[in-house]
């Protein structure tokens, strides 16, 4: 094997195996789990795996020697990988991922290329982050709904009308998931409230959060709450409500979003984007900035919410907001259902135009 260089060799090898691990689990949680944010995050890393070491396809491909490697015959002869469940499904292909990227790191530095290896140490460190949430998803039976449109009540910006009432009108225009936001009623009218509520969403498929109160959400049998950073830690929540139950939580910089995420959080509220009155304490404006970041970091989902209206939800949208929360705009709106649509089709065109 004349000018065959063993380093770039096992590059190649440890760029398949990763490559490959990393489609095998993105097609399970793409296709039979159907969780949009994992599988965003994990094709985000296949891609970046790829194009990192996209300028050595020639060289990679010249050093490839099929023929004369040993694990080849080794792997027929073994039946070390075999499998009795999708659990051990995930658990080897995330070891052979970071094991893969750990090897493809020491090369590198063997080769003098230390700022790519650097590169590949960082991918890694965020597989561990990204094999955490894919566990948490799979032990759940509630999850997020992967939808456009992330409704909240508001009765004082209803133009008169009940929560009863505009909820049935979001429900009847085909959104997937509401909250329930109410800070001016007392706990009685609440909680009959959510009891209608709760049934109302149920009968219809739609997955119903309660605002704030975790005791009201597990009373109606809801099917999370969602918290803010001056309430109950997110572990204390979970060891109150178990697995069985989505817990979101709002976020206004990265360093909240992080920990939100590796607590166990199902998913975030990044906002508030632009200025905002449907709350009293809400935080100043964190810009497209923060919105960024959560495009590019996070592994769980996020609702992009905060003085968000269908004249600026392009803007969201063309950087990546995937999910929206709307309040005042839908719940003052004049018909509730000719709001929802011709803000479904903003988005759409959004999307048209970014591919």
């Known amino acids: 094997m004349k000018n065959i260089n063993p380093f770039i060799r096992t590059l190649d090898a440890n760029l398949n195996r990763v490559s490959e691990g990393i489609r095998v689990i993105e097609d399970i949680f793409r296709f039979e789990h159907e969780n949009s944010a994992i599988t965003h ?48 499904v995930l658990h080897a292909n ?43 998803a799979k ?22 009308r009940s929560n009863l ?38 009968a219809k498929g739609v997955t119903f959060i309660v605002n704030d109160h975790v005791d009201l959400a597990l009373m109606t049998q809801a099917d999370g709450v969602h918290i803010g950073q001056t309430d109950y830690p997110v572990e204390a ?14 976020t206004h910089a990265p360093e909240e979003a992080i920990r939100a995420q590796e607590s166990g959080a199902d998913y975030i509220g990044v906002g508030p984007i632009y200025s905002t009155k449907t709350k009293k304490d809400v935080c100043d404006p964190v810009g497209h900035a923060y919105l960024e970041f959560a495009v590019k970091n996070m592994t769980i989902p996020f609702v992009t919410i905060g003085g968000i209206k269908e ?32 803000i479904r089709k903003k988005i759409k065109d959004c999307h048209h135009e970014t591919l």
């Open 237 to 250: 929540v979970r060891s109150l409500t178990g697995d069985d139950f989505i817990i979101g939580i709002s």
């Open 94 to 136: 995330f070891k052979r991922i970071q094991e893969g990227l750990r090897s493809i790191e020491e090369s590198l530095k063997s080769m003098g290329k230390y700022d790519i290896a650097k590169q590949y140490e960082q991918i890694r460190f965020e597989t561990y982050s990204i094999e955490k949430q894919c566990y948490l």
């Open 139 to 160: 032990s759940r039976k509630k999850i997020f709904p992967s939808t456009d449109i992330y409704c909240l009540t508001a009765e004082s910006l209803s133009c008169g």
């Open 41 to 88: 995050s994990l094709r985000n890393v296949r891609h970046r795996v790829r194009n990192t070491s996209r300028m050595m396809t020639s060289l990679l491909l010249h050093n490839r020697q099929v023929a004369f490697d040993p694990g080849v015959s080794i792997s027929m002869k073994t039946n070390l990988d075999k499998r009795t469940n999708q659990t051990d």
């Open 311 to 342: 004249h600026n939800i392009h803007e969201v949208v063309r950087l990546g907001a995937t999910c929206v929360g709307i309040v005042s705009e839908i719940t003052g709106a004049e018909n509730i259902g000719e709001k929802i649509m011709s």
């Open 165 to 202: 009432a505009v909820v049935e009108e979001m429900i009847q225009a085909g959104i997937k998931i509401i909250q329930y936001r109410e800070k001016e009623k007392s706990f009685d009218e609440k909680y009959r409230e959510c009891m209608k509520i709760r049934e109302m969403t149920l």
